[in-house]
């Protein structure tokens, strides 16, 4: 079954433990309740918070990967498209775990940014909340885009 967009059950908020998540990465916490979830092979990807204003472009993330945890910094590095019509986005992998890339990346790298991008292309342009129908997306290791 390939990434699906979806608003979190209360069952698999409990089941993925996302309460303890998230008292550790954000201030107050965060109001995620949807993922992209590929639910056979139990891997998902959370955006958990936005950088504001000069730093937008500053995404944090959870992915549930091979059986852990990881934190993710993903710049936003370009998009394109409208509602309703086909976009693309260009992300930037900074950091895992807190460490820069490509040290933090976890082994088989390749499988890991793999999975990654495919989570990235389900999600699109927001998630549950995506507007885009057809959608690319670059995946670039090591990219940091600057305020």
């Not at 091979?66 to 590095?77: E, G, Q, V």
């Not at 927001?126 to 129908?133: D, K, L, P, Y």
Request: some cysteine.
């Amino acid at each position: 079954m390939p990434f699906v967009n979806e608003r979190i059950s209360p069952e698999d908020f409990e089941r993925y433990q996302l309460r303890e998540i998230d008292k550790h990465h954000v201030v107050g916490g965060t109001n995620a309740r949807d993922w992209t979830i590929d639910r056979e092979r139990g891997i998902y990807l959370r955006n958990i918070a936005n950088g504001r204003e000069e730093y937008s472009f500053e995404t944090i993330w959870t992915f549930h990967w091979s059986s852990r945890d990881y934190t993710l910094m993903l710049h936003s590095a370009g998009f394109s498209g409208k509602p309703g019509g086909p976009g693309q986005m260009r992300w930037g992998l900074v950091r895992v775990n807190g460490r820069d890339v490509p040290d933090g990346i976890p082994e088989p790298q390749e499988e890991f940014l793999r999975d990654l991008e495919a989570a990235l292309l389900a999600y699109k342009d927001g998630g549950v909340f995506a507007q885009c129908t057809e959608f690319t997306v670059e995946l670039v290791p090591g990219l940091e885009r600057k305020a």
